[in-house]
T-cell receptor, first 117, second 110 residues
Framework: GAVVSQHPSRVICKSGTSVKIECRSLDFQATTMFWYRQFPKKSLMLMATSNEGSKATYEQGVEKDKFLINHASLTLSTLTVTSAHPEDSSFYIC?????????????FGDGTRLSIL | AQSVAQPEDQVNVAEGNPLTVKCTYSVSGNPYLFWYVQYPNRGLQFLLKYITGDNLVKGSYGFEAEFNKSQTSFHLKKPSALVSDSALYFCAVRNNDMRFGAGTRLTVKP
């Protein structure tokens, strides 16, 4: 149980295009979803936390107009990288939890590798 | 400023031996502490967390970690390592924001 699916697993696109990444909880309702970014040298950062039906809460330093997060249902959150540029190339990982707060277990997707040419 | 340190880039142990992956932190207040594991070309997996309560936390796959407030450490341990434990391990601290350590690559040799 508690499976989270991310799609696509890999995407390569030209500079200036917008890219949408989907995160789905397949067998549970995810009240909260999280988006992480892993840089080429493996360092990780939390980008934002989203609760179903409300605006995402972005971590300091993350451009909300650049990284649009939508959590329209209890099983789907999307991250859209708008007008992507090579410096946006990273491994993006989502996670989902049943409840709110950091006390709840997080279930992770397998990540999306984004390469901007 | 809030920070997390994993002082070892690489840890090598023989299968069957105990393993320790170190994590120290510098935050104000009472942070939440986490350990995650990442297998090659995969997303993260949650191992364990400390929120409050017993300083010794038990997690997935036989891992445990001890919260030591005086030493501001949260080292990850396992009594007997398996080759399948070989992966990248991240410590993280959540207070006002979320900070990750740089990661420690654990290699368990048969």
């Amino acid at each position: 149980g508690a499976v989270v699916s991310q799609h696509p697993s890999r995407v390569i696109c030209k500079s200036g295009t917008s890219v949408k990444i989907e995160c789905r909880s397949l067998d549970f309702q995810a009240t909260t979803m999280f988006w992480y970014r892993q840089f080429p040298k493996k360092s990780l950062m939390l980008m934002a936390t989203s609760n179903e039906g409300s605006k995402a809460t972005y971590e300091q330093g993350v451009e909300k107009d650049k990284f649009l997060i939508n959590h329209a249902s209890l099983t789907l959150s999307t991250l859209t990288v708008t007008s992507a540029h090579p410096e946006d190339s990273s491994f993006y990982i989502c996670s989902a939890s049943l409840g709110t707060g950091w006390n709840q277990p997080q279930h992770f997707g397998d990540g999306t590798r984004l390469s901007i040419l | 400023a809030q920070s997390v340190a994993q002082p070892e880039d690489q840890v090598n142990v023989a299968e069957g031996n105990p393993l320790t992956v170190k994590c120290t932190y510098s935050v104000s207040g009472n942070p939440y502490l986490f350990w995650y594991v990442q297998y090659p070309n995969r997303g993260l997996q949650f191992l364990l967390k400390y929120i409050t309560g017993d300083n010794l936390v038990k997690g997935s796959y036989g891992f445990e970690a001890e919260f030591n407030k005086s030493q501001t450490s949260f080292h990850l341990k396992k009594p007997s390592a398996l080759v399948s434990d070989s992966a990248l391990y991240f410590c993280a601290v959540r207070n006002n924001d979320m900070r990750f350590g740089a990661g420690t690559r654990l290699t368990v040799k048969p």
